[in-house]
């Protein structure tokens, strides 16, 4: 390796003409966040190119040297440090990647920077030299000083080798420097057999298969792109089950593992942020904070769990929903941008918490005590799947603790205040809305962050508390998969709109806000979103009034025109699995008996049991028996609700899939909200809509049916 101090020469070569190609690296990271204890142990090997336009921009400043910092890639979420070579995101925490100004290559790829500017500078010097077979070049390559020296001819470059290197080969970490002509160069081992005989007269096919590794070429090639499928791993949390192997396969390689996580990076940073050539910075108007569930702590050991791939693919999912639907792009500011902006919010990283680490006390006499890790007190059977729950299920126990959760709440308001500051720094006079999306544990964060936020707030205030209250309004409030309304049952507490009875204060204090008998949000609509395959995802409606307990919650609409298709694409999706776990359902379902069986069984019915006796009038009068009652919701319950939601409704449900049966379906009904296309496009016609609480009069909800309760699968 070489110096820090080399670094600094693209100062001295800014001057040169040079049609240079800025690269990121996507495998290896340079460093990730403190919590991940991560340590880079080898350099990238896979890099991409910033597109024309951010290629343009980093060149520009590069040579100009007016700025050093650039904001890139995909929604300019992205910091790219010119100076420093590195690359990280502007919002949340995440891991830093490498950044070259790639002159030379070697199959395509930016070869080391510090490399590049000495065989740069070398190059200029001797460019006027090169081309001619008798004037090749020879240097001397020393790894631990970074210098070229060149190598003083005798009668001939052969002989010159032979009796420099004849005795040496490979005992040192100097290396041959071959200025083979004006845009070739080769980087050898102190071999001199080697270097014979890539000056002998071989064929030029066979030169270049022997010697393609050590070759290096002066300029960028575009090549076209890489079809090829690098494996996608998760779509989203847990989404590919590999935390099972987390607690079933305890005798992983760990170079596998960690071959496995390069490759999940790859592909998140080639399929996340790599943007489109387009020198156009989109407009925002509105802020999308989302905030996390339990077991987030994973993402520090497994590259599976991660949310923030999972906000990208919900980021993506907002911008095919404005594409695919008409009605959506005449709301929109433009058909092409819905002027949105998702970010992260992760809480858990800064917690402090983990199995593995004993915790500190403060003991009065003692001083510092120390208690036992967790792990210390885990029982050695099972001890792997322990570990898995105490990664997921103790984010509940800590949040219900009072010294924890006082700590989360700080966190997340300072975190949500951070990113809202920074946004505005990079996007001066900025005077939109923020809206909030929380996920199962997340969503109840947000949910005590909103109750306790005080009416008589003033953001001007100098005094201003930034680790306690947030120093913006909140206009949308999405909980998606929220165990809200059983954490308020089991604290005895109802949900209501901010009234005279329930006004909260900046001289009050949090903990008794929210446990008071009535709490509120303090935002404009407050959403309740739950698959009904999830067993997390509860309902709020009753808690707000006793009168919705009687009404089905309302249903999200398919984003597809034709919800049908939707769930036919879902059959498709199937694959080679549909066919099995379609067997195995209906089996159970038959009493264990086989398809064929069961249709046998249907064959030796009597015809007359196929056909109906009805009449037609009959027939319709069932049919219009079996529809859905709808009844209008008292006025007194609509004034209420209507001012936690202009729609008069708070629970909304998506659509259950054609074979959401399994438990493994119902996991995935809880981990997969952001990547659903009914949810996203729901949420996005919901930011997008004018909105008036005034204009809704009258309402009317689907009554409960007794065939509602379905256990049949239990």
């Known amino acids: 390796m070489f110096p820090i101090s080399v670094r600094r020469q693209f100062s001295v070569l800014s001057h040169l003409r040079v049609n240079a190609r800025w690269f990121y690296a996507v495998d290896v990271p340079i460093s990730k966040p403190e919590q991940f204890k991560y340590t880079q142990t080898k350099p990238p090997q896979k890099f991409l190119p910033f597109n024309d336009s951010d290629n343009s921009l980093l060149e520009k400043s590069f040579k100009d040297g007016d700025k050093t910092v650039l904001q890139v890639l995909e929604d300019r979420l992205f910091n790219c440090d010119i100076k420093s070579r590195q690359l990280y995101p502007i919002y949340w925490q995440g891991p830093v990647y490498e950044v070259r100004r790639g002159i030379w290559f070697s199959n395509g790829t930016p070869i080391d920077q510090r490399l590049s500017d000495l065989i740069e500078k ?44 004849g005795s040496s080969e490979s005992q040192s970490p100097k290396k041959l420097v071959l200025f083979k002509d004006e845009k070739t160069v080769f980087i050898l081992p102190k071999s001199s057999k080697l270097l014979i005989q890539l000056l002998n007269p071989l064929a030029d096919e066979l030169k270049k298969s022997i010697f393609s590794d050590y070759k290096i070429e002066r300029g960028y090639k575009a090549k ?14 847990f989404g590919d089950y590999s935390f099972i192997n987390f607690f079933t396969d305890t005798a992983i390689d760990k170079n596998a593992k960690s071959d496995q996580a390069e490759e999940k990076m790859e592909y998140h940073m080639k399929n996340d942020f790599a943007k489109e050539d387009k020198d156009t910075k989109r407009d925002i108007n509105h802020i999308v904070l989302c905030c996390h569930g339990i077991g987030q702590s994973l993402g520090t050991k497994l590259e599976s769990v991660n949310f923030i791939h999972d906000i990208n693919i919900f980021r993506k999912g907002l911008a095919t929903a404005l594409k695919e639907d008409s009605e959506l792009q005449e709301i929109s500011p433009s058909a092409s941008n819905h002027g949105i902006q998702v970010l992260p919010v992760i809480w858990r990283y800064n917690l402090g918490f983990s199995i593995d680490e004993p915790i500190s006390v403060i003991d009065e006499n003692d001083g510092v005590k120390k208690l036992p890790s967790v792990s210390d007190i885990t ?173 089905k919650p309302s249903p999200v609409p398919f984003a597809n025109k034709s919800g049908f ?61 079996s529809k859905s009652t709808r009844v209008d919701i008292s006025a007194e319950s609509l004034k209420v609700i209507k001012q936690l939601n202009y729609s008069g409704r708070v629970d909304y449900c998506l659509s259950e899939g054609l074979f959401d049966i399994s438990i493994i379906n119902a996991i995935k009904a809880h981990t997969t909200y952001f990547e659903n296309k009914d949810l996203t496009a729901f949420v996005l016609r919901e930011l997008l809509s004018p909105k008036s609480k005034e204009q809704l009069v009258s309402k009317s909800a689907v009554l409960m049916s007794s065939g509602d309760d379905d256990n049949e699968w239990l």
């Open 379 to 551: 029982v050695d059977a099972l001890r792997p799947l322990r570990n898995l729950l105490g990664n997921v299920v103790l984010d509940i126990l800590l949040y219900y603790d009072s010294w924890y959760k006082k700590r989360i709440l700080s966190s997340v308001v300072q975190q949500c205040n951070d990113v809202y500051d920074k946004f505005l720094q990079n996007n001066p006079g900025w005077n939109g809305k923020v809206s909030f999306v929380g996920h199962s544990l997340g969503s109840a964060i947000f949910f005590d962050i909103l109750c306790k936020q005080p009416d008589n707030l003033n953001f001007e205030d100098p005094n201003f508390d930034h680790k306690r209250y947030l120093k913006f309004k909140v206009e949308n409030y999405f909980a998606l998969g929220s165990p809200l309304g059983v954490f308020s049952l089991l604290k005895r507490q109802n949900i209501g709109p901010r009234s005279e009875e329930n006004l909260v204060s900046v001289n009050d204090i949090d903990k008794e806000v929210l446990e008071r008998p009535c709490v509120g949000p303090k935002c404009e609509n407050f959403y309740n979103i739950f698959h009904p395959c999830d067993s997390i995802g509860y309902r709020v409606e009753p808690l707000i009034r006793s009168e919705f307990t009687k009404f």
């Open 565 to 625: 298709d939707s769930q036919l694409k879902e059959i498709t999706d199937f694959g080679d699995e549909f066919g099995d776990k379609l067997t195995n359902n209906i089996s159970k379902l038959f009493g264990n008996k086989s398809i064929g069986e069961l249709l046998l069984l249907d064959s030796k019915k009597p015809e007359t049991e196929n056909l109906s006796s009805d009449s037609p009038e009959e027939s319709h009068k069932k049919s219009s028996s």
């Open 224 to 237: 076209e792109k890489d079809k090829s499928q690098v494996n996608k791993g998760s779509t989203s949390a």
């Open 122 to 165: 070398q190059y200029q010097a001797l460019k006027d030299k090169l081309g001619m077979e008798e004037d090749q070049t020879l240097f001397e390559l020393d790894d631990k000083t970074s210098e070229l020296s060149p190598i003083e001819k005798s009668e001939n470059l052969t002989t010159t080798i032979t009796e420099t290197f």
